[in-house]
């Protein structure tokens, strides 16, 4: 285990230094940091508004963060609001988009269980109404588990709360509690304080001052120069050339900037609102953000042994990391394919199978005059969305399938369904381009790589959905995507628009803003699936010695 541990560090060690900010450690350590609670809940109450989707949104989140969150699952007792909160909470009955619920139209096999969830969400929802002198904690539970079966359930009747009972428990959280995870944390103060400002709620000059707050307490963080002559000057043009006299060092000319913010706060905030700029302030805040997760990551990794010392300073985080790992991917580390698989024969490693494939073909490759070898057809690797992977394949299963000739028996070649036209349900797309016999994968290893970056499965789903028409009524979600008509971009709008206007329309009442966000998203989706592919193929290089 010491050894795989080693290997899977070393691995995570190559692809932040070839990636960096793209790289999995680096994206693992911010979404730690960002997971904290009150990064969270800014950004969810400061895009809290008056609406009945938003509202049940919030509550949603709210609830779960009450019960998840350490510091607060401790001191029900000591949320001034959460009483009122809970007593506030009514029911109320969502528009549908018209389509018929099971049994409305004659019987249907799904009716005995749909009505059977029902009548449970009705009794659970009774009991809530009859809580009220229950504990804190104990109506949290049951308002969380009914909110889970009804979303679950699809159920009509939904759960609100009053708009200003929601704003004043957040104010009171935020102001009077320390979340779990956060306490000398340099990334939340500074990203807590930064959208303070990005959602208007302090000025430019809030920012600048809460600015120098941080640096007070987290001087390794102090900007680069041409940042720090920004300051500078700001405090040359308020409070004269001869401000920074005896402040050599950044540090002091920053402290002593604060200092004179403190003392002069009327004529501080109007020149810094008028100096500073909101673009320089967001590169600013970006720098730092990468300034203190690249400290976090070499810390992480030196805390792990991985420094002269070689030993962990601190209680190995490898598994966490390595669950962490399993989760961002959805895979084995050392796997090649598209989910979790396992290895096949008992191999521990994926190197070591592709080892074994490589070792078959060259034997059945050593006897050019063993003929049946020839007509090898077997599979090595599979992807599981396409079926299609990388095969054994002999020369002369080439002959009516594609223009390959092979002075081997038999080589490694990319399989995928491209259509049933001619009586073929599938079709080969073998070794790599130019001359075949020239260009041959030297290896299995190589052939999946170039396998994973061929940008094959565009053809191959077109081909499914050309194929196999319109979905059925009620399909599997997972199915969908083989089927007529399958757009992420359009089905993630319409469940946005849906939520907020009741219907499936694309726009209606939705603001163009939503529909913004929702298209970036997808870019963001689109490019998260480009740096986990990278990441795989790093993971599927040879064993690093």
């Given at each position: ?125 009774e009991a809530l109404k009859h809580a009220e002198g229950d504990l804190c904690g104990d109506r949290l539970r049951l308002l969380d588990k009914y909110m889970d079966n009804s979303k679950v359930s699809e159920s009509d009747i939904s759960v609100d709360a009053d708009i ?382």
């Amino acid at each position: 285990m010491a050894g795989f541990r080693e290997d899977f560090y070393v691995r995570l060690g190559r692809d932040y230094h070839e990636n960096t900010e793209n790289s999995f450690l680096y994206g693992y350590v911010k979404s730690k940091r960002e997971s904290n609670l009150r990064i969270r809940m800014k950004e969810e109450y400061y895009c809290l508004v008056d609406t009945a989707a938003s509202r049940k949104r919030y509550v949603r989140f709210l609830v779960k963060a009450l019960l998840s969150d350490k510091t607060l699952s401790d001191s029900f007792d000591r949320i001034h609001s959460l009483p009122e909160l809970l007593d506030s909470i009514s029911f109320y009955e969502e528009k549908t988009d018209g389509s018929e619920r099971p049994g409305e139209s004659g019987k249907s096999e799904l009716e005995t269980e749909w009505e059977t969830e029902r009548l449970e969400l009705e009794n659970e929802r009774e009991a809530l109404k009859h809580a009220e002198g229950d504990l804190c904690g104990d109506r949290l539970r049951l308002l969380d588990k009914y909110m889970d079966n009804s979303k679950v359930s699809e159920s009509d009747i939904s759960v609100d709360a009053d708009i200003d009972m929601l704003r004043r428990i957040s104010s009171e959280l935020l102001d009077s509690f320390e979340f779990d995870g956060e306490k000398k944390n340099p990334y939340v103060e500074l990203m807590s304080s930064y959208l303070d400002f990005y959602y208007g709620i302090i000025s430019k000059a809030g920012y600048v001052s809460r600015l120098l707050e941080f640096w007070a307490g987290n001087s390794k963080y102090i900007p680069d120069k041409k940042s720090l002559a920004y300051f500078t000057e700001f405090g040359k043009q308020t409070f004269g050339d001869d401000v920074f006299a005896g402040c050599g060092r950044a540090a002091l000319r920053l402290a002593r900037l604060r200092q004179l913010g403190e003392e002069n706060y009327e004529k501080f905030n109007i020149e810094a609102d008028r100096f500073f700029e909101a673009e320089f302030l967001d590169k600013l805040t970006e720098n730092l953000q990468r300034d203190i997760l690249t400290v976090d990551v070499h810390t992480l990794l030196y805390d792990a042994g991985f420094s002269n010392v070689g030993r962990p300073r601190k209680k190995d985080k490898s598994m966490d990391i390595m669950d962490a790992y399993f989760r961002y991917v959805g895979d084995n580390p050392f796997s090649g394919g598209t989910g979790y698989v396992e290895i096949p024969g008992g191999y521990t490693t994926w190197d070591e199978y592709y080892n074994a494939c490589d070792n078959v073909r060259d034997r059945l490759n050593s006897d050019k005059r063993a003929s049946v070898y020839q007509n090898v057809f077997m599979p090595m690797w599979i992807d599981n969305d396409t079926g299609g992977g990388i095969f054994l394949i002999g020369k002369r299963q080439f002959a009516e399938n594609a223009d390959v000739r092979l002075a081997s028996n038999c080589e490694f070649g990319v399989v995928y369904f491209y259509g049933t036209d001619g009586g073929s349900a599938f079709e080969f797309s073998a070794f790599q381009e130019g001359s075949f016999d020239e260009n041959v994968f030297p290896g299995m290893s190589e052939a999946v790589s170039w396998f994973r970056n061929y940008d094959y499965k565009a053809d191959s789903m077109e081909e499914y959905r050309r194929y196999n028409g319109d979905a059925p009524a009620g399909c599997p979600e997972v199915f969908l995507k083989y089927f007529k008509g399958y757009d992420n971009v359009k089905a993630d709008v319409a469940d946005i628009s849906g939520e907020v206007t009741g219907n499936s329309a694309l726009y209606g009442d939705v603001d163009e803003s939503d529909i913004r966000a929702t298209l970036e998203a997808f870019d963001r989706e689109q490019e998260e699936k480009e740096r986990k592919k990278r990441l795989r193929m790093i993971f599927q290089s040879p064993k690093i010695k």
